[in-house]
Structure formats: C-alpha cells, structure tokens
C-alpha cells in the first residue's frame, strides 16, 4: 500500500540526493570535519605553490635579459630572502582564508545534512510502523 507521507520523504530525499548543495553535502559528510579542512588546506598549499612556481618562472624569463647581464652584481640572498618571504606571506593568506571558508562549508553542509538525517529517520520509522503493522 502506498502511504502518501513515505513517498513525500521519498521525494524530498530524492530531490537533496540529485542536487548539487545535495550531493557535495554528501560528500562532505563522508570526512571528519579536521580530515576534511585538512585536505582542503593541502589542496590550497599545492596549488598556490604550483602558481606562485609559475609565475616567478614569467618573471624570471622577462627579466632574463637584466638577469643575464647582471649575473655577478646580483644579491642573491636578498633575493631568494624576497622570495621566499613574499611566498610565505601569499600562502598563509591563502591557507588561512581556506581554512576559514572550508569550515564555514562544512558546517553548512553539516546542518543540511542533519536535515537529510532526520528525513531519514522519519522513513525509517514509518517503514518500521508498516513491518509492525503487516504482522
């Protein structure tokens, strides 16, 4: 027999499964919340650190000309001192703002979960009810 309120959360479960705030709160749920934001962290540390090698690889090929000339003159301490200092200050803003951002998500995606859940649960107990009842 189909019972109108067991195809309602059907439907909404069904509707949560199949969209995306749905299924990438799915996936979220899947991870611990430290397991998750670290992840998140190490794919930011990779990728600013993949930008950061290319783009001082442009500069350099621009400025190859100078550099080629000046060869001897140049303070390469200094130098790899800025770099290294500019790279560090561009990835903690980074890592910082994700850690930030990839926990607000997760705990979004944590309460649609819950919501999910307790749909879950709904079906589960009207699902129990009709076994109760059937015997």
Do not use: H, P, Q
């Given at each position: 027999?189909?019972?109108?309120?067991?195809?309602?959360?059907?439907?909404?479960?069904?509707?949560?499964?199949?969209?995306?705030?749905?299924?990438?709160?799915?996936?979220?749920?899947?991870?611990?919340k430290?397991?998750?934001?670290?992840?998140?962290?190490?794919?930011?540390a990779?990728?600013?650190?993949?930008?950061?090698?290319?783009?001082?690889?442009?500069?350099?090929?621009?400025?190859?000309?100078?550099?080629?000339?000046?060869?001897?003159?140049?303070?390469?301490?200094?130098?790899?001192?800025?770099?290294?200092?500019?790279?560090?200050?561009?990835?903690?803003?980074?890592?910082?703002?994700?850690?930030?951002?990839?926990?607000?998500?997760?705990?979004?995606?944590?309460?649609?979960?819950?919501?999910?859940?307790?749909?879950?649960?709904?079906?589960?107990?009207?699902?129990?009810?009709?076994?109760?009842?059937?015997?």
């Amino acid at each position: 027999m189909i019972v109108k309120d067991k195809v309602s959360l059907m439907s909404k479960m069904a509707v949560f499964e199949n969209s995306s705030e749905g299924k990438a709160a799915l996936k979220k749920m899947s991870f611990f919340k430290s397991d998750y934001i670290r992840w998140e962290i190490l794919k930011t540390a990779a990728s600013v650190t993949v930008g950061y090698a290319l783009i001082l690889g442009l500069i350099i090929l621009y400025n190859l000309e100078y550099l080629i000339k000046n060869a001897t003159k140049l303070d390469y301490k200094l130098l790899g001192t800025k770099i290294l200092g500019i790279y560090l200050v561009v990835i903690v803003i980074y890592l910082v703002f994700t850690l930030f951002y990839s926990t607000y998500s997760f705990d979004r995606s944590k309460k649609r979960f819950i919501k999910y859940s307790k749909l879950m649960s709904k079906l589960d107990r009207i699902n129990y009810e009709e076994m109760e009842g059937d015997n």
